[in-house]
């Protein structure tokens, strides 16, 4: 059965102050892995797709790496407007999350 | 085009009533799936769904029903509400296949008293 763990749990961070988030996965096939933003009483927000080990994407402040059996989400220079949740979930033949890692980012 | 769309927004039960949660999508897509949000435990698939009149069960499916008569339209019934089942709803959908990008709707709060 596909398994999920995201670490950690929760992160404060000053503004500027750069850190990364975990994601450990354990899968028969992966077919991909995905990371996802969620705002407070919204849903999931797509942000990157990874397919293969040494692959890595990025979109402003977020920057997402895979090895084969993890992924990493930095967050370069944050600002408030990054705190949100992030999840990470991973593909065999249906998406499977982990619980998430609550980001917030004080001025 | 207006993506995935859940309604109501919010709900409040009673132990042993029915309702039927609603979601749209209008981008045409093929897979679409129904998922509960709880503290601490991540998303959590109910049911799924690969094309009009195909369904199956995901890791929770107990105490819920679907059918998928559209492409466009995929509805969650509870059909006698439980405490358990207090939780964030969302809907998602993708195009096809395992790796396309997955939208989520809004989602819709339940509680069941």
């Known amino acids: 059965e596909d398994q999920v763990t995201q670490s950690p749990e929760a992160l404060r961070l000053q503004e500027g102050e750069s850190s990364s988030l975990n994601c450990s996965y354990t899968?028969?096939?992966?077919?991909?892995l995905f990371w996802y933003r969620q705002d407070p009483g919204k849903g999931p927000e797509f942000l990157f797709t990874?397919?293969?080990a040494g692959e890595e994407k990025e979109k402003e402040r977020l920057k997402a790496t895979l090895t084969k059996k993890e992924s990493f989400l930095h967050i370069t220079a944050p600002k408030p407007e990054d705190s949100a949740t992030y999840l990470c979930a991973v593909n065999d033949y249906k998406l499977s999350f982990g619980a998430g890692t609550t980001v917030t980012v004080r001025a | 085009n207006a993506g995935v769309t859940q309604t109501p927004k919010f709900q409040v039960l009673k132990t042993g009533q029915s309702m039927t949660l609603q979601c749209a999508q209008d981008m045409n897509h093929e897979y679409m799936s129904w998922y509960r949000q709880d503290p601490g435990m991540g998303l959590r698939l109910i049911h799924y769904?690969?094309?009009?009149?195909?369904?199956d069960q995901g890791e929770v499916p107990n105490g819920y029903n679907v059918s998928r008569s559209t492409t466009e339209d995929f509805p969650l019934r509870l059909l006698s509400a439980a405490p358990s089942q207090t939780s964030v709803y969302f809907c998602?959908?993708?195009?096809?296949?395992?790796?396309?990008?997955?939208?989520f709707g809004p989602g819709t709060r339940l509680t069941v008293l």
């Open positions: 899968v028969s096939g992966l077919r991909g």
């Open positions: 990874l397919y293969s």
């Open positions: 998602a959908s993708r195009l096809q296949g395992g790796t396309d990008t997955q939208y």
């Open positions: 769904s690969v094309g009009a009149g195909i369904t």
